[in-house]
């Protein structure tokens, strides 16, 4: 049924080589809008590559990456993100020295539509804009509980909130797909749980397309609709989370048989 | 036809010395990715040491030269100090821009102090003959035996330099740090230990640098480290920053350019040509002649 | 009453930069010995004054963008230059005979403006290749512009050998022009003051806003501020651009309070303040991500440079002492190597002192401690 949609991310062939190394090679992937779409596998395995791949970091040496059906090959990471693909880091990049909030304005950079005459002599379009960003930073922020620390300097978060931090920040960045790069990692079970909550309520509200990269199976298992696995830059299955869990091959990739 | 071979012959003059100095560079950036833009500055310590103990070393019945040996030792010291005292705390406690702002300041500080003792002074002092004057006659121009000398010279360190890294435990430690610094302290290696002997080395190589520069050029000068070492540093990244043999071709090829261009278009451009090379270099290929893109894992 | 906070920010600094004005006008008036402000002041104004815009527009590049760009002073080389040569031109032109009235103010404002578009120019077509490199590499690339652009000027036959340069054989034809006399100084200092903190006014626009967040976002981490969206090379472009046209004002203030000009000054490795060195000083000590802190630097050390050069106490100080002062570029070295060592920082680190923040702190401090005190008490009471 959903075949008949166009997907928001689509790759085909999509590979890439370093030197001599393949890293990744003939990955393919659709993910539909308001999918979860898990991308997972053993350390190594590509995971991170594929995304440096979708968000122009990487330029693929073979294949091709379609947004909207736009093909996207060799554009850089700000196109990619107007094009509506947003992030997060597995080792966060924050802002550090910039306050929370201020993290979350400098995502709606792109959008803004004001300019440097504007800035200069303080017009009443400057003002307005920058009460409604403001406004909007807010309001993602309490998605995250977030909004009453929004004059903290971002270094000074707990690890947890520097995660959702990052979250909020690409969202505000206002895209299609998001992609998110282990978003549990270095986290305990209660955070974990509300991250769940957290990504639910992502959906819900804003009903984007999510392909998520994890190793905390609980989550994966929990909250993806699909998932994809890949071993040595190669995809070695794809489907429910019940059959995944039951494949042996997947069993065997990541018990090193 | 003399005109040519006159050029060619300052140019490899020129050369050599460069390539001397851009071994030093080319080996300490490879370590600790930061430009020492002090590097230059050692060699006018060796300079001025070797001023001071050329007449030491002649009462005594030495030839000249001997005096480097002084000059190794207090370059070396000179360095190991200034990677302990400057570079060290601020490598652990602040990022790369405040590391290269330490950098620029010590290579200042040097400079200025040198200006400011009076011994030393502002003044330009003038070193002694240090080798037998002459060299080989080629169509009325000369190349002089010192220039052969210091080329020379720059091949046997080359190639010492670079047996030492492959070969042996310390120089291999070295290339392991250069490439991964975590992993080497995971593997055991006192990285500290290493980079302060990667600076003994260095700033030991500076000292002959100085002993081949005055050599050829006597007059010493406060300021005389701060071109030559960014010509060398131009070098360096000529020939592919990190790469020992990078550092000989990229010396040679930067003494050449700025001989001819003073010689053929205008001494006061040579030295915007030489940076507009380091321009040219830098935007089509970073890593040098010599050199392996590396980007940066996100 | 006003409620909105900034906008009272707003008018609680212009009501101080109008009072010390005031007062400045009146120590204009009535300062001490006859001499003094016309040939002590008036210049130590002209010159802080473009220190000032030199430290602050650095800081754009180098405190809030994260780049250390060692050819400022290139580009205020190219501002004076312009300056110069235009009202040179101007003057042949017969646009103005007198150094007073409207035509005369209207080509040094022409002049101002035209030094920070050149010095602009420049700047972006320096900036575009440079900006792809990183750190170290743009540090000695910028360097390499810095020489470049005064070797050019230096072999311009308009400029540097035969135009303005000094020599005891060339003649300094730029006696007229800009170059304002003692008394000149005095008369159009509102000139250096007015355009000083139209600079600051105008950097400070820039800096909060999109653009200042822009900038900052790429400091501290360029690939997430790409991943935002940020389009880094065209911010990185623009910067280096604003920053340099400040510092083509700057030269064309410089051109203004000289009587003549020398490529000589701008060189790098020069023991004088127009040297690139000394601005990186002024920006890391007062602050790299301050523009309050570089303008207080600016002040600091403009003070400092003028102590050593001209202190009295200076003579009563031991020998060796006194041979250190005799080169301010090893104080300033000195200077540079212990505040990066031991307050990389600055003064104010990225705090910008104001009058708004400094209460509202104040404020802040009062709430926390009797907060303080209100939980002890109520510590104390559950024992």
Known sequence: MSDERKPILETRKLGITFGGLVAVSDFNIKVFQGELVGLIGPNGAGKTTVFNMLTGVYKPTEGSVLLEGHVLNGKKTHQFVAAGVARTFQNIRLFKQMTVLENVLAAFTKDIKYGMLDSLFRTPRFWKTEKELKAKALDLLSIFHLEDKSDYIAANLPYGQQRKLEIARALATDMKLLLLDEPAAGMNPTETAELLDCINAIRNRFGIAILLIEHDMSLVMNICERIQVIDYGVTIAEGLPDDIAKNPKVIAAYLGQ | MSTFLQTLFVGLRLGSIYALVALGYTMVYGIIRLINFAHGDFIMVGGYTMIFTIPVMMSLGLPAWVSVFLAILVCALVGMSTELIAYRPVRKKGTSMTALITAIAVSLLLENLAQAIPQIGPNPKIASQIFAAGGIRIADVTLDWTTMLTICISVVVMVVLYQFTQKTKVGRAMRCVSEDKPASILMGINVNRTIVTTFAIGSGLAAIAALMYIAQYPKVYTTMGSMLGLKAFVSAVLGGIGIIPGAMLGGFVIGLVESFTTSYVSSSMADAFVFLILIIVLILKPAGILGKNMGEKV | ?383
């Open chain 3, 1 to 383: 009453m006003i409620k909105n906070k900034t906008t009272q920010g707003y008018i609680l600094n212009t009501l101080v930069i109008a009072l010390l004005l005031i007062g400045f006008s009146f120590i204009k008036e009535a300062y001490g010995k006859a001499g003094d402000f016309k040939l002590i002041i008036a210049p130590s104004i002209w010159q802080c004054c473009y220190l000032i815009i030199l430290a602050a527009s650095l800081n754009l590049t180098l405190g809030f963008l994260g780049q250390l760009s060692l050819g400022h002073c290139g580009f205020m080389a190219i501002g004076a230059y312009s300056a110069a040569l235009l009202s040179l031109a101007a003057e042949r032109a017969g646009i103005f005979t007198e150094k007073s009235g409207t035509a005369f103010i209207l080509v040094l404002a022409g002049c101002i403006l035209a030094a920070g578009i050149l010095a602009a120019l420049v700047g972006l077509l320096v900036g575009i290749p440079a900006l792809r490199l990183k750190g170290d590499y743009l540090a000695i690339i910028t360097l390499g512009f810095g020489m470049i652009i005064v070797n050019i000027i230096n072999n311009l036959p308009f400029a540097g050998q035969e135009g303005l340069a000094i020599g005891s054989a060339s003649p300094s034809l730029y006696k007229n022009g800009l170059g304002f006399g003692t008394a000149l100084k005095v008369t159009y200092i509102w000139v250096a003051i007015v355009v000083t903190l139209v600079c600051v006014a105008m950097m400070f626009m820039f800096v909060r806003s999109k653009y200042g967040r822009a900038i900052r976002a790429i400091r501290d981490d360029e690939i997430a501020a790409s991943a935002s969206g940020i389009n880094t090379s065209f911010y990185k472009g623009l910067t280096f651009a604003y920053s340099a046209f400040f510092a083509g004002v700057a030269g064309a203030l410089y051109a203004c309070s000289n009587a003549t000009l020398s490529t000589a000054s701008f060189a790098f490795s020069n023991g004088g303040i127009l040297n690139s060195t000394f601005v990186v000083v002024m920006v890391v000590l007062g602050g790299m991500g301050s523009l309050t802190g570089s303008i207080a630097a600016a002040v600091v050390m403009f003070l400092v440079n003028y102590q050593i050069k001209n202190g009295m106490w200076v003579k009563l100080l031991p020998m060796w002492l006194q041979n250190i002062f005799a080169f301010p570029m090893l104080v300033y070295a000195v200077i540079l190597v212990i505040v990066i060592m031991f307050r990389p920082k600055g003064i104010f680190g990225t705090y910008e002192l104001s009058l708004r923040n400094f209460v509202s702190d104040m404020k802040k401090q009062r709430q926390s401690r009797l907060l303080q005190k209100q939980n002890n008490k109520e510590a104390m009471s559950h024992e």
